[in-house]
């Protein structure tokens, strides 16, 4: 999950608050996007592709990389099509570690999982433990993913076990439910990420197609995301706090794709390089 919001700057707490295309997006030959595919024709980033991250703002399109993450509640499946159109493929944001009150699926998820606050003003921990119940709950949002034509997934808040809940969760209970929303992905003909969760990649990153991880450079944890790497697997990093000039020599030795952002996580950014140009949006 993201850093909880004791360590956000001011600016952060005021701001806080998928099969195939039907014009065959899926089907886009693999060096439109610089990436590889794994089995079964489910698209697999190679690492070092570049990337926009936004899940904030007016969606800005006009981005030249090659993989946009954004959020999969707020956009259309025209906004997706229109990223294939440009050549563009596109992960899904969920969260499905933490309920979140303003989903227009709120209401279904019962108080008996609701745990306790993530540290993000109306978010709450889940109770992995219950798959009875969140499985159903997940696959519709998956569904809602596919059938809105995204390439993949990005799911949120996958380390819970690492954090108070207020459930007793395991890091065994965290492993089976990370790999149900993988499997969950897979079966819809999507990619799905692992999102930080660094303990348990080497037991996780034969389930997973990529990772997205969140200031690695900055807590000194990005050698841990090299089994991705050797996999062949994209690594998506973003830091927060440090300037480019103290994660990018890193970033680029370990094959990373590195971006610097605001907590916002709106439309600006800062690309190490060789990965965009000039690596920079207003």
């Known amino acids: 999950m993201r850093r909880p919001i004791a360590l956000l700057p001011l600016l952060a707490l005021l701001l806080a608050g998928c099969a195939a295309t039907p014009d065959g997006g899926?089907?886009?030959?693999?060096?439109?996007?610089?990436?590889?595919?794994?089995?079964?024709?489910?698209?697999?980033?190679?690492p070092g592709i570049d990337w926009q991250w936004q899940l904030s703002g007016r969606l800005d399109t006009g981005v030249d990389?090659?993989?946009?993450?954004?959020?999969?509640?707020?956009?259309?499946?025209?906004?997706?099509?229109?990223?294939?159109?440009?050549?563009?493929?596109?992960?899904?944001?969920?969260?499905?570690?933490?309920?979140?009150?303003?989903?227009?699926?709120a209401a279904k998820f019962p108080k008996s999982v609701i745990g306790k606050g993530n540290g993000w003003e109306g978010e709450r921990w889940l109770d992995i433990r219950a798959l009875d119940v969140l499985e159903p709950l997940m696959a519709a949002r998956l569904d809602?993913?596919?059938?809105?034509?995204?390439?993949?997934?990005?799911?949120?808040?996958m380390d819970g076990y690492k954090n108070t809940t207020g459930f007793p969760v395991e890091a065994a209970d965290q492993l089976r439910y990370n790999r149900l929303i993988a499997e969950l992905a897979h079966d819809r003909g999507m990619s799905v990420g692992l999102k930080n969760d660094l303990d348990q990649i080497p037991e996780l990153v034969d389930d997973f197609d990529f990772a997205v991880n969140e200031q690695c450079a900055q807590y000194?944890?990005?050698?841990?995301?090299?089994p991705f790497i050797e996999a062949g697997k994209a690594v998506f990093h973003v830091e927060y706090e440090l300037p480019t000039s103290e994660f990018c020599a890193?970033?680029?030795?370990?094959?990373?794709?590195?971006?610097?952002?605001?907590?916002?996580?709106?439309?600006?950014?800062?690309?190490?390089?060789?990965?965009?140009?000039?690596?920079?949006?207003?």
Request: aromatic letters at 8%; proline letters at 7%; hydrophobic letters at 30%.
């Open 26 to 46: 899926r089907d886009r030959p693999d060096d439109e996007t610089g990436a590889g595919t794994a089995d079964g024709g489910i698209w697999r980033p190679a």
């Open 65 to 105: 990389v090659p993989v946009y993450d954004i959020d999969g509640f707020d956009h259309t499946a025209a906004t997706v099509a229109g990223l294939h159109d440009d050549g563009r493929k596109v992960i899904c944001y969920l969260s499905t570690g933490a309920w979140e009150d303003w989903r227009p699926d």
């Open 144 to 157: 809602m993913c596919r059938e809105k034509g995204f390439d993949a997934v990005e799911p949120d808040n």
């Open 220 to 226: 000194d944890e990005c050698a841990d995301l090299t």
């Open 250 to 282: 890193d970033s680029r030795r370990l094959r990373l794709s590195s971006l610097l952002k605001k907590y916002e996580l709106g439309v600006w950014r800062e690309a190490c390089q060789p990965f965009n140009g000039p690596g920079r949006t207003p």
